[in-house]
């Protein structure tokens, strides 16, 4: 009896214990569901800091729940369109008195994404309103930003060095041959040097012709960009023999800077601080204090608009994979599914497709192309709007579109596809192990990844790599109303930059997400002031919110004591330091992902510099075997 009574004691305690803990999550989330409205208190008077932490992106990716608990620090993703409203909505607000661009931690973003922040700031400026700028050290991202501000000021222990788009990439093929790993690769497209890190120990001729010209054009835009910003600049001797003027300068690279007129003032994070609180104004009496308005509490102030006729968005973000995805990657299974249900959902009076990946998947793209056309089928116009990637897969969905907006600086193009399968039968040949057996057809037990492929897995498989760039031709001279020959021309895995692009016909206008949502206003015969986006995506589980809200600091008005950045030495190398998870990406994407890609590799080095998507979704082995049999 005493033993039931104690078992009992034990279920009631359980039970209580539950209860308690489920009363303190709800409570909880309450709590941080009310703290996530817009703060009205912190809406007073003062500067507007725009503290671009991390990257710029088209669409942030859904981080792990759990990370921000667990002490280490998360990459912050902030997205464009949030960033561009927040500045926007600054100019006729008499509340902001300044803007700060607080660049001390900003890694970077791809071009066209920090462009779109640089003219925003631009805008700003023009409106009548000082915004200053700040870093301890500025590379070609932050620095193109900070051209547009009315002062830029670095700290004397820091500096700005350019680095310009590409560097190095690594090769396996040393490696490969040193473990007897055999990399079958099937590949269409003479620029499409996806495939050469596994094949070659270097870079092809044809693939550093292709890099020298986009890179080229990307750095030649890049440096217009900042001379037309900031015409006092001469940025020439850092672009072109930035050692001789550092020498000259004993060192000092902000000193060089200001020399140079590159940057106005020299000071660190208190003297800035004052000059910030000269115009706006303190309430703390702190040194180096001011009044501030944070970021996320005036972008949640000022929210997209939800009112008039709608037009629908959907957004292809990342890289393009098989079945379900979290965003910041395009998942074909997740993009098909919000478009149709948007479209069963809404009265939208035209669609927009939004793209800013490198590609991925062949399957999964034409999957999204198939989802699109639906709307085509229902007489909604469809409008595709790129971003600052569109290459490969993400060129293949683009087509889709009754007319492609880019910008000058996307990257786009790449039309080409290939598929790589390895086999270890001379690895085990290393350690003494060998295959045989017995086949009934010629594709009994193939693709073999440890005895090898035979001849005729390697004819099927090469013949529906070429069959695939067959329909990524056919599609892309159907859509753009030109000879498959002629794209044939434009194809063959080459990579090209918006402005040359829209010369070859690829692109049909320049312009952003803005420009392609009033043309499908306009197409829909409804006037561009009277619509507003629905962009589709799924909303984070309640209690993915609720654990990413215990991680969250509040802001506080301590300018002087926020994080600051690395100094210029580290901001340069921590890009190369990405080259470790790329290895490890691109050691998973040889033994995985899809079957048949068109994948963009080019647009890497003209990004932030921070490791691109993993593989996601079957590997190529899983997929064959499953058409095999059926």
């Not at 970021?295 to 000022?302: G, K």
């Not at 595709?384 to 060129?395: F, N, V």
């Not at 085990?428 to 060998?434: A, E, F, I, S, Y």
């Amino acid at each position: 009896m005493k033993l039931i009574k104690g078992a009992w004691k034990i279920l009631v305690g359980i039970k209580d214990a539950l209860v308690l803990i489920f009363m303190l999550l709800f409570f909880s989330a309450l709590f941080m569901a009310l703290s996530a409205r817009p703060n009205a208190a912190a809406m007073h008077d003062g500067a507007l800091v725009i503290a671009l932490d991390g990257t710029l992106v088209e669409q942030p990716a859904q981080a792990d729940p759990l990370s921000s608990l667990s002490g280490r620090e998360v990459l912050q993703e902030n997205r464009v369109r949030d960033v561009v409203r927040a500045l926007d909505a600054a100019i006729d607000d008499d509340r902001v008195k300044a803007v700060v661009l607080d660049l001390d931690r900003f890694v970077g973003g791809y071009p066209v994404a920090v462009q779109s922040v640089a003219d925003a700031v631009g805008r700003v400026r023009a409106g009548g309103k000082k915004v200053l700028a700040y870093a301890t050290g500025y590379t070609d991202d932050s620095y193109l930003i900070a051209a547009n501000a009315s002062e830029i000021w670095v700290n004397p222990m820091g500096g700005t060095l350019f680095a310009g788009p590409g560097g190095s990439r690594l090769y396996y093929k040393g490696l490969i041959d040193k473990l007897g790993v055999n990399a079958h690769v099937y590949r269409v497209g003479t620029y499409k040097s996806a495939v050469e890190p596994y094949t070659r120990a270097d870079m092809s001729p044809e693939a550093r012709q292709a890099n020298e010209a986009l890179y080229g054009a990307i750095l030649s835009q890049w440096r217009e960009a900042v001379v037309k910003a900031r015409p006092q600049a001469k940025i020439d001797p850092f672009l072109n023999t930035p050692a001789e003027v550092v020498t000259a300068a004993k060192g000092d690279i902000a000193q060089a800077n200001l020399t140079h007129g590159l940057v106005d003032k020299v000071g660190d994070r208190i003297a800035f601080g004052k000059r910030v609180a000269e115009l706006v104004g303190t309430s703390d009496g702190r040194v180096g204090n001011f009044n501030m308005i944070h970021m996320r509490d005036w972008i949640a102030a000022h929210p997209e608009p939800s009112r008039g006729n709608a037009i629908g968005v959907i957004t292809i973000a990342g890289e393009i994979v098989d079945g379900e995805a979290d965003p910041g990657t395009a998942g074909g299974d997740t993009v098909s599914r919000l478009l149709l249900q948007g479209l069963a959902d809404h009265d939208f009076k035209a669609l927009v497709v939004r793209v800013d990946s490198p590609g991925g998947s062949a399957l999964a793209s034409e999957q999204i192309r198939q989802a699109i056309l639906q709307a085509k089928a229902q007489g909604i116009p469809v409008v595709t709007s790129m971003g600052s990637l569109a290459a490969s897969g993400g060129y293949w969905v683009s087509t889709a579109g009754d007319v492609i907006f880019a910008e000058p600086n996307t990257i786009t193009g790449s039309i080409g596809i290939f598929g790589i399968i390895p086999t270890f039968e001379n690895t085990l040949k290393k350690v003494g192990v060998t295959t045989d057996g017995v086949a009934t057809t010629p594709l009994t037990g193939q693709p073999d990844v440890m005895g090898g492929t035979n001849p005729a897995t390697d004819q099927v498989i090469q013949a529906a790599i070429e069959n695939g760039y067959r329909q990524f031709i056919t599609l892309v001279a159907t859509s753009r109303r030109m000879s498959p020959q002629k794209v044939d021309s434009l194809g063959q895995g080459r990579v090209w930059i918006g402005g040359i692009a829209r010369q070859n016909g690829l692109v049909d206008r320049f312009g952003g997400l803005d420009d392609a949502i009033a043309e499908a206003a306009r197409r829909a015969g409804v006037d561009a002031d009277s619509v507003y986006p629905v962009f589709l995506r799924d909303e984070p589980n309640g209690w993915v919110q609720f654990f990413e809200s215990l991680g969250e600091e509040e802001p506080d008005n301590d300018w002087v004591s926020s994080p600051a950045g690395a100094d210029l030495a580290t901001r340069i190398a921590s890009r190369q330091s990405a080259l470790v998870e790329q290895a490890m990406s691109d050691a998973q994407r040889l033994t995985g992902g899809a079957a048949i890609q068109a994948r963009c590799m080019e647009c890497v080095a003209a990004g932030p510099g921070v490791a691109t998507t993993r593989p996601h979704g079957q590997s190529l082995i899983e997929l064959f075997f499953a058409r095999l049999l059926g």
